[in-house]
Structures are given as structure tokens and as C-alpha cells.
């Protein structure tokens, strides 16, 4: 291992590569950490959001260090132009890492961190105890899994997988192997959703029938320059796009805004359903299961074939006990839930209730409560550590974008889906069950 250093690993010239697509509960696997180890991190994906991680961990140099990272886009800036704004990728992240260590007084930093241009080679380096995945969504069960099958720990971003069978295969090779799994859904570390949890739990709210779960709209036109362009010289595209289809090369699809074409994400719908409906199905108690009816209404779809991806969405869903559910554009951005007693109204920042007494700090909803966590990254490494399930597991993960995925099936179907979620089928419905199931990687990825 050349430290500090850009390593080419053995599969530098392999580039497409292969690869085998290999309530708190006690974990019974252990690391082996002794009070005065550091639990090692390796980083995927050195885009914005995989800054905002780093930053994190880096605010937890007490307890995880960062040592190895990687990244197949060496430099850029994001959706702006050459220079402007913040660095980032490969080399601008190292940088970042060893200064905000040395900031800290952290000795050896630049020398302790690894670069990597194929997370594989990052998998194989000794000693890392766990992987944080930022990468877009489409190689988030590929990077998870691998992970996950040589005994690593994840911290993945949300949604937890591109596609439905990706995150059944995540949640059910997590329990097998006993890891440690935090999907990025912060949300269940902020005092004011786990607020609005509690008041529905402790049945505050009196009995629950209406949820409404506002996202924003996709992508109208083109969020960037939609010219085709050649490939930037730092960027292995064809690596970049892995598993899935090779589209044109232009700015307007990729950082940033690669989730407006399915190939790579589900649009701005799947992007924000593993926060908002992901509070719903924490305060319903469902994070392994789901509701019993889908319904795909009123879809519309950005007029240029740059993405395909809905732009005004609606899901409707159904659920034991009479609770009615939409997911939609055109609801307020943020979770409202009404209950024959009241109602609550919660989004980053903002919470509103039907009582004014319900949101004040000291009130007290019930004896009901649910995990406690007011850092995400903090819970993730502390269950490292305990072996105890994290605030956010990959099954309530998988579960909450569930939705999503039966909604792009109910308007490619153009009908309802009744839903077994016990089962994870549609019922009586194999057409249904076979799209929700397509899953094919492009050769050689498997």
C-alpha cells in the first residue's frame, strides 16, 4: 500500500471488472476494538453528499478514522463550472480528510489515508472494519454487498438500493451475516421527527387515518448542459455507470443530476421517499412491512428524453387500521399525519401541532418511545462497536422506498397493486410481480 497516495489495485486495468453480486436487537459478531482503537472507515463516493459524511466522521476522529477512500471521478465540481465552488472527488477529498484531521490535532493523517479508484481494491485493504457508500444509487447494492459478504459494516445513503430486488437481496444478506447497517436517512436522528413518531405511537393523535408525505416535483428541463460532450480525462465513465446502461456522456445527467434518468436513480420521487415516508412507516411501527394497496395517479413526465423519470407524481396507499396515504408533488414538502384527536405537521426544522402543548419540549407523549439518536453517524459507530441494530436498519430502509417502487409499476401498469407485504408480492397480479422484479446488470458486473 503506497500511503498517502493514489493506489492503482490489482484491478486498475479491469475497469468494468467482475463481481459476485455476493426494538433494538444484539448483534452477536464483534470487531475485536479495544478502548484505545479507532474504528477504520473506508469512504465510496467523494461527491457532496459524501462530504457532508466525511464530516461527520471526521467530528468522531476520537473513535473512527478515516483511512482509505475512493473515488472513480478524480476532481470535479459538481454541476458547476471548472473551478467554481467547492472541489471534489478523489484528490480534493484527501486533501479535505488531512486537513480537517490536522486542524484537529490528529497525528499522521496524510499518511494514513489511501485513494482508490475501484472500491474493490478499497474492500481488500486491511484493517477497515467498515465502508460509508455516497455513491449514486444505482451502485449502492453492488458496493453494499460486497462489503457485507467479507464481513464489513455499512453505512449506506438512502434510498438504500436502485432496485426492488436489490434491496430484498441488502436487508436479507445484512441479517445473514449479522452486520451493522445504517441507511442514510437522518431524518431518524432529529429530536423533531422522533417527536412526531412518539405523539402517533402513544396514540396522541387519537386514532390515525390520513397521512400526507410532500416531496418536490422532478426535473422539468434540463438541470445543466444537456450537449454531448466528450468525457472528462479525470472521470472513468464507463466505471462511473457500472451495472447499469452506458447513456451519452453529458453534464446535464450526471453529477448531481443523474437521478432524473432511471438508469442510474429513480427521479426526485425516489430521492426524497426514503426520508419523509420513511418517518410515516417509523411512526406506523411497519419498518418490516408495508402497506396493503398502491395506487400510481395523475403522473406527468419532463417533455425532453434527457430524463425519464416523473416530474408530478402522486402515490396513493392503503394501509391496515383504515390509514390512507399520498406521496406526492403536490402535497407540502415535509409529513403531515392526522389522527381523530389532532393532527402533526413535521419538516426539517419545522414542527406544528394541532395542540400547541404536544411540541414543547417538556411534554412528555407516553410511555412508548422509540431509538434515540440525535447523531446519525454517531448511532452508526456506536453500534459498530455494541452490535446493537442501528436507528435506521437496511430493512426499514428498503421497506419505506417500497412504495416507490410498486408506484412506478401501478402507472407503467396503469392499475392498483394489492400488496402482501409479509409475502413482498403483488397479489394476483404476475405481470406486476415480474417488473417489479426486472433486475439485469450490464456484463460483466453480476
Known sequence: MKSGKLVLGRRELLLAGTGGLSGVGLLPKAIGKNANERIQIGVIGLGSRGYNLIDALVRHHDKARIVAICDVDKTHYRDRAWGAGNAYGLIPAGQKISAAYAKQGVQGSEDGISRYTDYRDLLDQRGIDAVVIATPDHWHAKCTLDAVAIGK??????????????????????????????????????????????????????????????????????????????IPK??????????????????????????????????????????????????????????EEVEAIGWTFPKSDIYDTPLRYTIRCEYAGGVSSTISSENPAGLQMIGSEGSVFVNRGKLRTS????????????????????????????????????????EAGHRSITPGHLGYVSHALGRSLRWSAKEERVLDDEDANRRLRQFKYRQPWS
Request: charged content about 20%; some cysteine; overall charge neutral.
Open 153 to 230: 459494516d455499512v453505512y449506506c445513503e438512502k434510498p438504500v438500493t436502485h432496485l426492488f430486488a436489490e434491496g430484498q437481496a441488502v436487508y436479507r444478506e445484512v441479517e445473514k451475516r449479522q452486520a451493522v447497517f445504517q441507511t442514510g436517512s437522518q431524518q431518524r436522528s432529529d429530536q423533531l421527527f422522533r417527536r412526531a413518531v412518539e405523539l402517533v405511537r402513544n396514540g396522541v393523535l387519537g386514532k390515525l387515518h390520513t397521512i400526507k408525505v410532500g416531496q418536490q416535483a422532478g426535473y422539468a428541463q434540463p438541470m445543466g448542459d444537456s450537449k454531448l460532450t466528450a
Open 234 to 291: 479525470q472521470l472513468n465513465y464507463d466505471f462511473w455507470c457500472g451495472p447499469s446502461k452506458v447513456l451519452p456522456y453529458m453534464r446535464a445527467r450526471h453529477h448531481r443530476w443523474w437521478r432524473g434518468h432511471s438508469a442510474y436513480g429513480g427521479g426526485v420521487l425516489m430521492d426524497w421517499i426514503g426520508h419523509h415516508n420513511d418517518i410515516a412507516h417509523w411512526a406506523l411501527g411497519l419498518d418490516a412491512s408495508g402497506p
Open 355 to 394: 395542540d400547541p402543548r404536544w411540541a414543547l419540549p417538556d411534554f412528555v407523549p407516553g410511555s412508548e418511545s422509540v431509538t434515540v439518536s440525535d447523531d446519525h453517524m454517531g448511532n452508526f459507530l456506536n453500534c459498530i462497536l455494541t452490535r446493537q441494530q442501528p436507528v435506521a436498519p437496511a
